[in-house]
Every structure is written in C-alpha cells, then in structure tokens.
C-alpha cells in the first residue's frame, strides 16, 4: 500500500485566529481500521503475565480482531496551538496526543501515524502506535482505546490546559491528565492528578509513552550519567551505551567492528535487531530525549528525577521481526521507538501506592529541538550539546522561548576561550564550532547560557568511568518455606501484591508468616486487605481482630491504624455501623489514615442525618488530604443539609476549580452528566453510600441515558464502546427501592431483560446487590449468573460453580453461564468429562459461535483427544474455522500432523493474520510445518526442486502471517531440508553451506525466552554428520542430553521474570506434564542420534500417550518410518 499523506490538520476557526495560544474542538477525518465487537465471554485470564505483571483484564472484555479494510472515520479532536507548536488530542482513545508538531522546523517530533491501526498489543487487545499514550495504573493503560471526558481551561495570561479524565476500569480510580501550551513558550507541558477515590490502597504506575520516528540515523540520549540500563523488572543489566557482554540474547560487542564501530551502542535504533526495553538506572539529571540526525531535528523530555526517574527505550527491532510490527500498526509511517518518561516508577512493572483519597500531582514536559545534536544537558529553559576534538569545540543552544542577546560562554578551568551573544528563539538555535588555543579534557570545559543577567544553563561534561560493573540482576524470591524471618515473609508477599505479579501469589507468603506467628499483624492485616477485596467480609473481620490484639497487646494505641481502618470498613460491609464508627474513630488517631477514616466516618454521618458530625470528619479530612474530591462533594451537602447555603455554594465552586471534571461536583451544580454509564454509576453509588438514595436513583435513571451513546451510529462515526452496565444499573435501581420501601418490580424485570452483553460485574457494591437480589428471588437465573462472574473473579470459583449452576437451572439457554461452567471444570475441579460436557451445552445453544468452538477445541486439544477426531469435527464447520485466525491455525496443524499438508498450504495462503504481541509465532509455525512436510515429501518423490521451493518459502515466510521470524530463532530444520534439496540436485556447493548454516545455528528462542538446545538441535546434528564432522556431532548430542537432564530435574514452573506468555491460558497449563513431554521428545531425538531404535520408540510413545496432538512427535515418526521403510 502507498504512503498515506500526512492527517489533514484543520486551520484555526476565525475566533481562535490571532491568539497565543488557540484552542478548539473538531472532527478530522482518519482512515481507521476498526476493532471487531469484543469477546462476549468474561476474560478469566487468571495466570496471562502482560508487561511483566498480571495481564487480567475483566471486567473489561477482551478484543481478538481487527479489521482487514480501512475506512474514514471523523475523530473527536481538540487542536491546540501557539506560533511554534501544533497539537492535536484525540479524547476517544485515551486523551493522547495524536499530532505533535514542530511549527519552526516542519517536523513532527512526535510520531505521526496517519492512520488509527491498532494492533492486537495493548492490555485488551486494540493498540495504536504514535503520538504520546499516557499509561496508567498499569502499562498498557487499560483505557487506551476508550474515550476521557475532557474540559478546557483557559488561564488569565494566555495559557490553555486540556483536561482529559476518566475512572479506570479496573480499579475506577481517577485519572486526569491536562495538556498545557502557553503563549511565550515552545514547550509542551502534561500537567497530571491522579487520585485514588476508593476506600482502598491501590498501586499504580505513570509511563507517558513517546513515540518517535525511527530509522538509521535515529539516536535516543540520556544523560551522560547513565552508565547502566535495565530489563523489565530489572531482570537483566549492562552497560550504557555500550552494551557489554548479550542483552536480550544478543551479543553486542560481537556486532561491533571496523565496518560498524557503534555496532555494539543501544542508543541507535539502527544496532537493536530483536524487539527492546532498557531503562536507565539511576540519573542525577532531569532530562532525556531522542535525535534524528537525518532531518536534523529531535525533542527533549523533562521532568524531576526526584519523583520521575523512568527514563527508556522499546523498540520492535530493526530487522524482519520489528518491521513486521511495524506493517500492523501504520500503512506507510514506518517504524518507530518508544521513549517514555516515568513518574513515581523507575521500571516495568515497578508500581507505587496510592492511598485511599490520596492525589498526587505533577507536571511533564516536552520541547523540540533543531539542529544542536542530542543535548548533553537540558532543563525547561534550554537544551545544549557540546562535543570537542584536539582544535575545535561544537557549541549547540536551543532554547524554549525567545531570549534575544543571549550570552553564550565557553571557559575552561575557570578562564574564557569564547563568548558570544546570539538572539535566540525556538527554531532558530545556536550551532557554531569554537576554535580551541590547545587540547582539553572535555570534562574541563564548560558551557553557561545567560539572558539578561540569569543562568539559563550551564555544562560541564562528566569524566568518563573505565571498568564499571552492571549492578547485579533482581532476582526471583525464595519459597515461602525457605525464607527464614516472618518479616522478610510480609515484605515478599508485599512485593508481589504492589507489583501485581500474574503467576506468584502473595498469600502463600502471608500464610507462612501466620502459620510461624498467627498473631503476626502485618501479614494478617494484608491478608484481611485481600479478603476483604473478594467480599470474604467475615474473614477479614478475624484476621484484623487478631492484627489488632496483637498491636495493643502492650499499648492500647498502635502506632500503625490501618487494622482499626479496615476493620470498620469490614464491619460497614457486614451491617453494623455502630461498631464500625468506633474503629474508624480509633483509626482516625493515626496521621496515615486520618483522611480517609474522617471520609468513611463522615458517610456513617451523613447516612444517619448527623449533619453536624458528618460536617466535623469532612472537614478533618479535607485538613489531612486536601485532595480528597469525594469529601469536598460530601461537604456541599453536609452544608445544604445545614441550611449553610453561601457556604455550600462556595465549597462547590472550589471543588469545580479543584477539578473541572469532578463528576459528583458537577451533578451537584446542576450540570449534566455527559460521563459515561459506569461513571455515572460510580456517582451514584457515591450518593448512595453516604444515604442519599433519592439523589443515587436519579443519577441512575441518567446513567440509563447514557447507555444510547453506545449504540451504533453512522458509517463514519466513532461510538463509545458498549459496556455492559445496564443490568447493573437495574439492579442497583432495585436494591435502592427496595431498601425505602418502594416498589422494585419494573427494574428488577428490566435487570432481567436488559442486553448483558459485556455485563461483568467487578465492584464489592455490585456483589452486594445482587446477592441481595437472590436472596429475595432465588430464581432469578440473571442475578445469579453474574454474581458468579464476580464470584469467580475473585477466586471463589467454587460459589462461583454453585450460581452458574443455578443461572442454567432456571434459563438454560445462558450460553455465557454454560461456558463458565466448562472452564471451571476443566480449571477448578480437573473434571474433563464436566467440562466438555459444559461446552457441548453451549455449543447446542449458540452452534455459529467460533469462540466457543476454539475453545471447545483447544478443550479437546488438553485432554487427549486424538488429532483425527478433532479434525474431523472441526471440518464439519469450515465457516467457523474461518472466523478466527487460532482456529485456522489448529485447524493446518491438524491437517499436517494427519498427512494432508496441500490442503494446509491452501488455507494458509488464502488467509491475513493478525498476531498478538507476547504470542508471535503461532501462524509462523504452522506455516513452517506445512512446507517442511510438502518439502520432505517432494524429496522422497525425488523432486529436489520442490523441495528446495518449499524449504526456501519456509525460510522467507509472506507478510500475510502478520509476523516475521525472530532473530535469534533457530530454523536448523529448514536449513537442513534446503540442503538435502540442493545434495538432491547435484548442487554440493549450496548443499554444504545450507547445512553449514543449519549446524552452526545456536541454541533457540521458544515461548519468548532464549533456551540453549530445543527441538532443532537434532537438525544442527544432523546436518554436522552431513558435513563430515562426526566429533562436533557427538559433542552436541551430548550437550543434548544434558539438557534432558536438567529438565528432568528442574521443578516446572513459569520464568518469575516473565513479560507475556504466548497463550492466554484459559485453560490451566499442566506445566510438569508439558516438561515432562518436552522431556521425552528431546530424549527421543538424543536417542535416535545415538543409534539406540528401541529408546527412540519408547520415547516417542511416551510423548504420544501423554500428548496425542504433539505435532512433533508425530511428524518425527512419520519421516523415521518413511526413512526405515
């Protein structure tokens, strides 16, 4: 496809013209390729590992496909400008920055995707490259393709702020981040709260991720301090910017030499073949940024490193691999490198705290630069660059804002070699080389930047570190029975909570501490925090009365409140407020927790009309926290209810001007709720919990309303994704009237009639209202059904199991409720026959439904059903196999592993893939398989040109699989095969250097991991005897066998330092049966290497039985007995 031209940007409106800063909102048109509708199923992706912690997405659902065709779409933009910078927001994909654009030097300094392509890589599945994403609470945001609601500020000296906000969907934290230009100034500036409006400690992170255009001549440049860079999680070190020794598996200084001395730095795009992260540790400086030394042009991010030291690189990869990314996310803008800037985290995942009502602010800053290099030094006012030989000094200035007469001075030790005084502006910097009287040290000259008297800047280059070491690699914690203290156990189960680890648990850690020491109140007040979350209320209410005995078992004041602060929010959950007052009250004593326990006591207040009181505890929290958003709402009606009028009105206008986009705040001035549906039932739910139910039911009547602006609308219009919220609302509505006395019939059959589509309900209040709604009408299969949702969510898979079961019973034709119950099956109770079963229900109520039939599949897959079987079935749908891209590729690999690999060809060749990111190489594989065995049966049809076809088309698979070979993967057996065509052919020559290539190629890369040997090694060898080089041969079976060896004897279980996984993992993964598997089949091949028939029998039985769908075990049989035979 053609480059795209650049997004047609619309001119200021005739009111906007003339202005320093101009500001409007207005559609423009993009060509989109749109997401398909979501997986109508909840996404209990319980053990998925995303960006290196939990990749669980409910209560959002997951998207699997995009479309193929693009097609305009009129995007919702806020277009902000100055005389030097262009901007444009796109509010209905997270509050990005679409457009950053250098006025001054026609260049976007931003990435510029001039089209909206997502990709199957964010956290549910759509994902755009370019501009600027703001990540939070976690990376991706998991907001990243749903719209922010967005209010414009204008300040009294010119500047314009674009407010962007909305409540995350999985914690319903509040996020808001303000896009600021002003009028005297090039610089972009993020100005971010974030604000944590639950009762509870939630973790978080804020990545702002900056795209750049990439190509050779593209250089990242942090400060000169940073001598070392991490993996995620800091798994993995080296050095900056020379990578010492292999970094992702690739060995750097072996890529530098005299053709590429800079082969082996990590700052060039151009170096990094395989895709990246790094991130700098530790820097004293504050900025960092990227360069394009082609279009001499590039920008720089600042930002106190105090509370933003996030400073890293990603990159796909500058080689097959990458560039096939790159195709998925733009038609012709190319590739590109991250450069995000973290606050309050340094790594990913590296998470902090937010307490409950806690804000925590801060501001991000970007500028363009030109012409000066990478900046060796930078703040908000300048950027400067300063390089010397033996002679000459090159002196670079940019600057942010105008400054004419500049005084630009270059001195070492303390005398002056050169001064200048230059007008300076942004666009038009200072480049200018300084002749020097003799040689210098470079970290003995300095650079200062003056205007009218002040510093501006001032540069001293760093004296060069020789010989240092990369700090040591994190590593993974031990066994909760291996650690010796009770305190190291709170603090591991701590770390595994705050960094939201997918495959490790932190209870087991807890529990230990409690089984040595069941009075240990750290580990019991954590545990109580996680029962507590998963509505397990009379549990938490134990471990705390426990935590709380233990800290006053000495002194009836602890220094720590948090036990007495949970307490009473467990007690409000089980009904009884009285007592849950007298720890709250207790919990207020402590600074920590003041704000928070004054809030949740002022709601008792309000609840009981104890105005006054509720009155006092606002105002002591709001004295603690003044940010606390839900308490200043809070105050407006405690002062309405006073009478307090005047005061009422003006605590509004402060909370407005606090947060513009304070949705409680602007319910109560009047204004409508243009929110979305779950945010309006946040507001509600906030009315409700303080007793205001007359005003909770009228918002929920609102969020109602709000549900038309999910229903489709024109070709050309871009709607809110729908979100499943109705029969909540319903519920909700019910339970309320309920409670005053009134009638609840209507809601309670729209609850039960209402499309739940993507109904998944997740808060503690949701549980609440529909148990209650059972427990009035137990035959109400809606209600049941989804608190089986929740249920299961929160690892009550069994109550879970027991309201599924009662859902079916009153309405067997809940396909969703039937589904659940296969998993859970399969997955909690190990009943295979149950699960298929379940499926077998579903599928009789929803036949044309391909992800019930994948599922159903990949179900028969685990068990043990033969491949001819699953085969079979699966041809009697062709329709439904053709809908999903996993079903076509089991659907080849099924036909491969039963010798029909002409017909897998046809299905592969007529189809468009569309990978995920962490499970590339599914469709590669199947593509791979499907010529190796058309070209090992051309061999034996003496037809070595088809072979050689074949083999050669394995090795250069087409862009239609949507993904491209790793570097660093091994394709020995491919090799192999084009050298037994080429030795078919007469063609020695090509011969010996296919099998050259195929022996020498070293170790693997499997399930997103380097591994020295896999299943390709037994092609290395062969292709070694091919050769003549028997001693090498041996010595690699040897090799070999080792690592049998030690599968043998490592327990199994997922890498802890994992970053994805390349399965979702619906069904738990049997992980010490699929090593032993794997076990097996090496052996098999080391066995058949050594010239032992019966081992290699054994063996390949022994894989079979355990795995009748082993692709290569089977395809290994077929060739050993073609080859004896």
Known sequence: MPDDPRIELPPAPEDQQGK??????????????????????????????????????????????????????????????????????????????????????DYDFFYRNNVIKPALVGLTGPWISGGVEFNWPQHHRPGTFLPVDVEIEHEPDGAVTVWCSDHDPLTRMKGMHGVRLRPDRAVVELRVRLYNRTEDVRTFLWWANVAAHANDHYQSFFPTDVRFVADHAKRATTTFPRASGRYYGVDYPARADAANPDGDRLDWYRNIPVPTSYMCVGSDDDFFGGYDHGAQAGFVHWADHRIAPGKKQWTWGNAPFGWAWDRNLT??????????????????????????????????????????????????????SLSADASTARVGVAVTAVRSGCLVRLGAAGATIWTGRYDLAPGSPLVTDVPLPRTYAAEDLELTVEHEGTTLLSWRPRAATAGATPPEPATEPPAPEEIPTTDELYVTGLHLEQYRHATRSPESYWREALRRDPGDARSAIALAARRYGDGRYAEAEELLRRAVARQTLRNPNPYDGEAYYRLGLTLIRLGRDEEAYDALAKAAWNAAWRAPAHWALARLDCRAARWAAALDHLDAALAAEAGLLQAHDLRVLALQRLGRTEEADAALAAVRRLDPLDWWARDLAGLPLDCDAPTCLDVALDYASAGFAAEALRVLDRAGERLADEEPGAPDEWRRP??????????????????????????????????????????????????????????????????????????????????????????????????????????????AAEATACYDRALAVA???????????????RTGTPPEQRLARLEQRPDVVAARDDLTVEYVLLLVATGRAARALDVLTGRRFQPWEGGEGQALYAWEQTRLALGREALAADDAAGAGAHARAALDPPESLGEARHPLANCADLLLLLGDAHAAAGETAAARDAWTRAATADGDFQEMSTRPYSEMTYSSVLAWRRLGEEERATALVTGLEAYVAELRATPARVDYFATSLPTMLLFTDDLPARRATTAAFLAAQAAELRGHPDETRARIAEVIAGDPNHLGALTFAQVRSASQG
């Open 20 to 105: 320093a800063v101009a500001v409007w909102r207005e559609d423009v048109p993009i060509e989109t390729y749109a997401p398909a509708d979501p997986d109508a199923y909840p996404a209990f992706l319980e053990a998925r590992v995303y960006q290196g912690s939990s990749g669980r997405v409910y209560p959002l659902p997951f998207y699997e496909r995009i479309a193929e065709t693009r097609a305009p779409v009129r995007w919702d933009a806020v277009h902000l400008e100055n005389r030097w910078l262009r901007l444009m927001v796109l509010p209905a994909l997270g509050g990005r920055v679409h457009v950053g654009y250098d006025r001054t030097a």
């Open 331 to 384: 038609d012709g803008d190319g590739p590109y490198v991250e450069l995000m800037a973290g606050v309050f985290t340094d790594n990913q995942p590296d998470f902090s705290f937010l307490a409950p009502g806690e804000t925590k602010t801060f501001s991000q800053y970007w500028y363009p630069i030109q012409r000066i290099g990478p900046a060796h030094q930078a703040n908000l006012d300048a950027a400067v």
């Open 722 to 831: 729908r979100s499943g919220t109705g029969p909540l609302l319903a519920y909700h509505r019910a339970d309320l009237l309920t409670a005053l006395g009134e009638d609840a019939g209507p809601a309670l059959d729209q609850a039960r009639t209402i499309d739940a589509r993507y109904c998944f309900p997740s808060r503690a209040e949701d549980a609440l209202v529909l148990t209650r709604a059972l427990e009035r009408d137990p035959s109400d299969a809606r209600a049941a059904a989804l608190l089986g949702h929740w249920l299961y969510h929160h690892h009550r898979h069994e109550e879970a199991v027991a309201c599924w079961r009662r859902a079916v019973e009153h309405d067997q034709s809940d396909v969703v409720a039937w589904r659940n119950l296969g998993v859970a099956a399969f997955n909690v109770r190990g009943d």
């Open 847 to 861: 036949p044309d439904d391909a992800k019930l039939w994948h599922e159903s599949d990949q179900l028969a897959k």
